[in-house]
């Protein structure tokens, strides 16, 4: 079993910061990429941030120069610092693990996707 616990969210005034964060936990050999999703108010989930076990990122265009991603490989956790926060990024923020190695050890790993249950920021003017 494979969860994702994310943390961090919660009440912002405009041009403030908060950081995200998301562990994963279960029995998991390797983790290919994690990254954040939002959805807000009446709109799809869209992809905000994304990193990739050697690092690579990539970044929604509204969200460039203001937000961050990283993670801790050893430990199996993705951060998002985000900061000068707009009331448009106001939206429940949901973790993502893509090509989780997990299994058994010794044995062969089954690979899957993961996410969590979602954290609530909200942006206010």
């Known amino acids: 079993q494979v969860q994702l616990v994310e943390s961090g969210g919660g009440l912002v005034q405009a041009g403030g910061s908060l950081r995200l964060s998301c562990a994963a936990s279960?029995?998991?050999?390797?983790?290919?990429?994690m990254g954040w999703y939002r959805q807000g108010p009446g709109k799809q989930r869209e992809l905000v941030a994304r990193?990739?076990?050697?690092?690579?990122?990539n970044y929604a265009d509204s969200v460039k120069g203001r937000f961050t991603i990283s993670r801790d490989n050893a430990k199996n956790t993705v951060y998002l610092q985000m900061d000068s926060l707009k009331p448009e990024d106001t939206a429940v923020y949901y973790c993502?693990?893509?090509?989780?190695?997990?299994?058994?050890?010794?044995?062969?790993?089954?690979?899957?996707?993961?996410w969590g249950q979602g954290t609530l920021v909200t942006v206010s003017s």
């Open positions: 279960g029995s998991i050999f390797s983790i290919g990429a």
């Open positions: 993502n693990a893509d090509r989780v190695a997990a299994g058994t050890p010794g044995q062969e790993p089954w690979y899957l996707e993961v």
């Open positions: 990193i990739i076990s050697g690092g690579r990122t």
